[in-house]
């Protein structure tokens, strides 16, 4: 059964970068999509942006000039750097498998982190 | 970028009853790629139905979803006590978004 965690600093400064990893267990990274979605305290879901094992991505429009996912498939993992965070980027980051098939949809989910950015 | 409005905002009903949730898109949306999720307070999502009506693996039959177009929905038959939740409708286009969300909550 795949599971994923999230792992990373819970706490950053305002200006600086936000990296997340996110570890496949259980499975293997190639032949699917992986996805970063956050959700702001007491707020609802936003879709950050996905990555294909093979390096190829798709981000949110609005994040796009801050956010780059990669993938290492050596690890198992794939990451997120987010640049020059503010308070409105504190929130729970989650990470997720998407089936980007025919269909398109998260089949599993992280249990999530929470990062808080704050001087 | 296509916008989803989920109603209602709060749903309150008693165990038993039906649940009628309904997720509007600003623009036509395939039916392939439509979800929808439910999460409980400080848990990640769960997947209940992809394609609009497929339901997940795991997910009792009294979840169905319906819909094409710009208006879906998601019903639950018969409401048990763990299914009060907030649940989210999900679509992709060219880019991914989320519903705001319906909280439906014990009456």
């Known amino acids: 059964q795949v599971q994923l965690q999230e792992s990373g600093p819970g706490l950053v400064k305002p200006s600086e970068t936000l990296s997340l990893t996110c570890t496949v267990s259980?499975?293997?990274?190639?032949?699917?999509?992986w996805s970063w979605i956050r959700q702001p305290p007491g707020k609802g879901l936003e879709w950050i942006g996905y990555?294909?094992?093979?390096?190829?991505?798709n981000y949110n429009p609005s994040l796009k000039s801050r956010v780059t996912i990669s993938v290492d498939t050596s690890k198992n993992q794939f990451s997120l750097k987010l640049s020059s965070v503010t308070a409105a980027d504190t929130a729970v980051y989650y990470c997720?498998?998407?089936?980007?098939?025919?269909?398109?949809?998260?089949?599993?989910w992280g249990k999530g982190t929470t990062v808080t950015v704050s001087s | 970028e296509i916008v989803l409005t989920q109603s209602p905002g709060t749903l309150s009903l008693s165990p038993g009853e039906r649940a009628t949730l309904s997720c509007r898109a600003s623009q036509s949306v395939s039916s392939s790629y439509l979800a929808w999720y439910q999460q409980k307070p400080g848990q990640a999502p769960r997947l209940l139905i992809y394609g609009a009506s497929s339901r997940a693996t795991g997910i009792p039959d009294r979840f169905s979803g319906s819909g094409s177009g710009t208006d879906f929905t998601l019903t639950i038959s018969r409401l048990e006590p763990e299914d009060f939740a907030v649940y989210y409708c999900?679509?992709?286009?060219?880019?991914?978004?989320f519903g705001q969300g319906t909280k439906l909550e014990i009456k």
């Open positions: 997720a498998r998407l089936d980007v098939s025919y269909y398109y949809y998260m089949d599993v």
């Open positions: 990555i294909y094992y093979s390096g190829s991505t």
């Open positions: 999900q679509q992709y286009g060219s880019s991914n978004t």
């Open positions: 259980g499975g293997s990274i190639s032949s699917y999509y």
